[in-house]
């Protein structure tokens, strides 16, 4: 389906990128909400002589019927429908954020236990040093 923006003629995969973009998960809104963006009827075929809605067809020659009028019946109940829809293109960035934010709490977890275990170390050395100082003085005297 062919869409102009402001005027200007754009692809599909311009306008679908755009959408996948944005926080709108109906193409439908996406177009109507984006201000310039519009979708071009395509024209087809011949235009003239275009029957109106809801009209009756009858053709040019009356003696040319179609001999089969009936549908034909297709088997559709082979088809599967798929067990695991595909997420939305807001569900998709939706769990994109989670698990960044989710990272970066881990992050900050790490650095904090990083911090304390420096901070216990250096209470390890100086009761360490303190106890040596003692031990000094009290083989001196």
């Known amino acids: 389906m062919p869409y102009k923006y402001k ?4 692809s599909e995969e311009f306008v679908t990128e755009g959408f996948e973009n ?4 109906i193409l439908d809104d996406y177009i109507s909400d984006t201000n310039g963006l519009e979708v071009v009827e395509e024209k087809v075929g011949k235009t003239s002589g275009v029957a109106v ?3 009756t067809v009858t053709s ?11 549908l034909e019946q297709v088997d559709t109940s082979s088809e599967l429908e798929d067990p695991k829809p595909k997420k939305s293109v807001r569900g998709q960035i939706r769990a994109r954020e989670l698990a960044s934010r ?3 709490i881990d992050q ?7 911090l304390k275990l420096k901070h216990c ?17 009290l083989l001196i005297i």
């Not at 005027?7 to 754009?10: F, K, L």
């Not at 944005?22 to 998960?25: R, V």
């Not at 977890?109 to 990083?114: D, M, V």
Request: charged share 30%.
């Open 7 to 10: 005027g200007e003629d754009i």
């Open 53 to 55: 809605k809801d009209a």
């Open 60 to 70: 040019k020659n009356p003696e040319q019927a179609s001999e089969n009028t009936e």
């Open 22 to 25: 944005s926080s709108f998960t």
């Open 102 to 104: 989710k990272k970066a």
């Open 121 to 137: 170390v250096s209470l390890v050395v100086f009761v360490f040093l303190k106890i040596n100082f003692i031990t000094y003085w």
């Open 108 to 114: 900050k977890k790490q650095k904090e236990l990083i």
